[in-house]
C-alpha cells in the first residue's frame, strides 16, 4: 500500500476509531485517490492536514467507504441463469424430497433491490410449479439507512430500469414517478441486521438456523482484504444446505474460485455450488 494510504488508514483509526484497514488494498487507494481529486489536488499531506482537523472530511470519507449502489435486476446474466436453471432446479429437490420451504439468503442487501428481485423469481416459479410450495428470503445489510429503504420497498425509475415490463406490472405499484412493491412479494422478504464480519454467527439469526438453498453476495466481496473474503465464504459454506447455491457479482467470480468448498456451476455467470 503506498505510504500516504497507510499514514491516512492509521489516522482514521486513531483519531477517528474507523478500522478501514479491513478494505483491500485496491479499493483505499481508489477511495482516497477520488476523494483527494475532487476536493485537494494540490497534495496528499494537505489532504491528510484537513482530515486530522476536519471532523467533518472524516465523515465524508467515511461514506466514501460505503458504496450501497444497487438496482433490481443488477446482472441481468446472473438473474436469467438463477430463473432458467439454479432456480428450478432447487424447486425440484424440494418437490422430490417433500421439503415445502425454499430458504434464500441476500447478503449485503443494500436497500433490497436484490432479495426483492430473487422474490420475484421465485414468486414466478412456484405459482407455476406442482404443489404448495413456500419461499422465504432474508436479506440483510450493516447500513441502517438501507435496511430502513429496504422496508419501505419504494424505488425510483433509476433502481427498477432493468426489470423486464411484464414483472414492473405484475410486482408493483406506481404512483408518480415511484415504484412500490406490492405486499404480496413483500411479505416473503424479511429484513435485518447482520454483519457479514461478525464473528459469532454463521447465519444471520433472524433466519434462526440458516440452511439456504441460496446465498447471493453480490459486489460485497471484492472491497474487502483477502482475509475477510474468507471468513465470509467460510459463513456461507457453513450455511448453505449440501449441495447448495453462492451467486456473487461478476467481479468476483476469482475470489470464490480462490476458496474451498465452492465449484463453478455454470461459466461465466458468478454462479456456484456448495462441493
Ligand atoms: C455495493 S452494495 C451491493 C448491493 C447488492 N448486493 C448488489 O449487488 O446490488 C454493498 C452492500 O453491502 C453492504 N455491506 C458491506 N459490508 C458489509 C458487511 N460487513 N456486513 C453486512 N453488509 C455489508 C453495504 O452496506 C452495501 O449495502
Same mark, same amino acid.
Given at each position: 500500500m503506498k505510504k500516504t494510504s497507510e499514514s491516512i488508514v492509521r489516522? &482514521?483509526?486513531?483519531?477517528?476509531?474507523?478500522?478501514i484497514s479491513i478494505f483491500s488494498e485496491t479499493f483505499i487507494e481508489n477511495t482516497l485517490e477520488s476523494r483527494l481529486q475532487s476536493n485537494y489536488p494540490d497534495t496528499s499531506s494537505a489532504y491528510q492536514l484537513k482530515l486530522e482537523t476536519d471532523p467533518n472530511e472524516a465523515l465524508f470519507?467515511?461514506?466514501?467507504f460505503s458504496?450501497?449502489?444497487?438496482? #433490481? #435486476?443488477?446482472?441481468?446474466?446472473?438473474?436469467? &441463469?438463477?430463473?432458467?436453471?439454479?432456480?428450478?432446479?432447487?424447486?425440484?429437490?424440494?418437490?422430490?424430497n417433500h421439503d415445502p420451504e425454499i430458504r434464500i439468503w441476500s447478503a449485503g442487501?443494500?436497500?433490497?433491490?436484490?432479495?426483492?428481485?430473487?422474490?420475484?423469481?421465485l414468486d414466478n416459479l412456484v405459482n407455476k410449479s406442482p404443489g404448495s410450495m413456500r419461499y422465504h428470503v432474508f436479506g440483510t445489510d450493516n447500513s441502517a439507512p438501507e435496511l430502513e429503504a429496504a422496508r419501505r420497498g419504494i424505488y425510483d425509475y433509476e433502481a427498477i430500469k432493468n426489470i *423486464?415490463?411484464?414483472y414492473v406490472q405484475d410486482y408493483f405499484l406506481k404512483t408518480g414517478d415511484v415504484y412500490a412493491i406490492k405486499d404480496r412479494i413483500k411479505k416473503q422478504v424479511e429484513f435485518s441486521d447482520f454483519d457479514l464480519l461478525?464473528?459469532?454467527?454463521?447465519? *444471520? *439469526?433472524?433466519?434462526?438456523?440458516?440452511d439456504f438453498d441460496l446465498v447471493m453476495c453480490s459486489n460485497?466481496? #471484492?472491497?474487502?482484504? *483477502?482475509?475477510?473474503? &474468507?471468513t465470509i465464504l467460510a459463513k456461507f459454506f457453513r450455511t448453505i444446505s449440501e449441495g447448495g447455491f453462492l451467486a456473487?457479482?461478476?467481479?468476483?467470480?476469482?475470489?470464490?474460485?480462490a476458496a474451498r468448498g465452492f465449484r463453478q456451476y455454470m461459466t461465466p455467470a458468478p454462479l456456484f455450488v456448495k462441493s
Open positions: 489516522l &482514521m483509526a486513531e483519531k477517528y476509531a474507523l478500522d470519507l467515511k461514506k466514501a458504496n450501497s449502489y444497487s438496482a #433490481f #435486476f443488477r446482472n441481468p446474466l446472473t438473474f436469467s &441463469m438463477l430463473h432458467q436453471f439454479v432456480l428450478p432446479k432447487i424447486i425440484g429437490w424440494k418437490v422430490k442487501c443494500a436497500a433490497g433491490q436484490e432479495a426483492y428481485t430473487l422474490a420475484i423469481l *423486464p415490463f411484464e461478525d464473528g459469532e454467527s454463521s447465519s *444471520p *439469526p433472524s433466519s434462526i438456523f440458516g460485497v466481496l #471484492f472491497y474487502y482484504k *483477502p482475509e475477510f473474503q &474468507m456473487t457479482g461478476e467481479a468476483e467470480v476469482g475470489i470464490v474460485n
